[in-house]
């Protein structure tokens, strides 16, 4: 009896690893394709709010049928508004519009690139809030990875139309993805499932979004002139909703620093598309700069095993 009960809890230990590495590798591929679609909405002449705004509009409606159709609704109450609000600033609304602005300025490889760098800041947030305790090969991860960070921002500024304020800017995402990862761990309404809750987040940024939208200056308007337009809007708002919805799914089983590697699967699809698909020049210090992010995820990924093993 007692060897079956071990061999059980082997069986569900691999599975409880195997739903999250899922989420990861699909919602990795579904990051990596977003920004090489805020590209080609560029090259259409659909400014990066307004694709955006849409975008998150049409795939909250998605999540909210969804929802509704399992009848798991968001909850709404004060505790659980405040969480969709903060959650969308960071981690939706804020951060998407810094890397769609930014994208036809520095290029969607270096987006794609830079999104890989959340694990690092995750951990060195989960570090400074006592969520994890400091591991030498982690601290080493965080090292390297920033490295290849700088060595990327370096190559970028050298470059002869280098835009050092998109470059800047561009590199702030990363920084509200790692406070948006900590934040939903933290801050997880009691009871509520990620069905329910990535909805109500992608309400509350397209709320956000809208009300930019009205702004003097900024505008929503979605060239009408062909079709292109509205199929890259449809294809982003599928890719959102399954997107956020894995985000969600990641996040209550694999935790805020596992989430975070939602950026390094990304960086593998979209870099590679937006070279080799879009046309696209590498950046400067390409190889350098993803090896050091590299090493530095895998650092931060093995130290985590190992500890977990202990």
Known sequence: MSGFMVKA???????????????????????????????????????PLAFL???IIGAALVLMTVSALRRDLPPVNVRALKYYAVSALVGVAGSNLIFFSAIPHVGASFVALIISLPPLLTYVGALALQMER?????????????????????????APDADGFWILL??????????GNLYRTLRWPTGASPDALAPGMLVAAALMLLSVGLLPGFSLAVPM???????????????FAGMFLLLFMLQ?????????LLG????????PVAIFLQGEAAPEGLMPGAALIA????????????????
């Open 9 to 47: 809890h082997k069986v569900a230990r691999e599975r409880n690893w195997l739903l999250p590495l899922l989420c990861l590798l699909a919602g990795g591929s579904l990051l990596g394709l977003s920004t090489n679609l805020a590209k080609l909405a560029g090259e259409v002449h659909l400014s």
């Open 53 to 55: 705004c849409w975008s």
């Open 134 to 158: 400091f591991k030498m090969m982690r601290a080493a991860g965080v090292a390297a990875a920033l490295a290849g960070a700088i060595v990327l921002a370096v190559g970028k500024f050298s």
């Open 170 to 179: 561009a590199l702030a995402g990363p920084v509200l993805l790692a406070i």
């Open 225 to 239: 002139h062909d079709s292109l337009p509205l199929v890259l809007i449809a294809t982003q708002s599928v890719v």
């Open 252 to 260: 209550k089983t694999g935790g805020p620093v596992l989430l975070s």
């Open 264 to 271: 390094s699967v990304g960086a593998l699809v979209g870099v």
């Open 295 to 310: 090493t530095g995820v895998a650092l931060l990924t093995l130290g985590k095993t190992k500890s977990e093993r202990r």
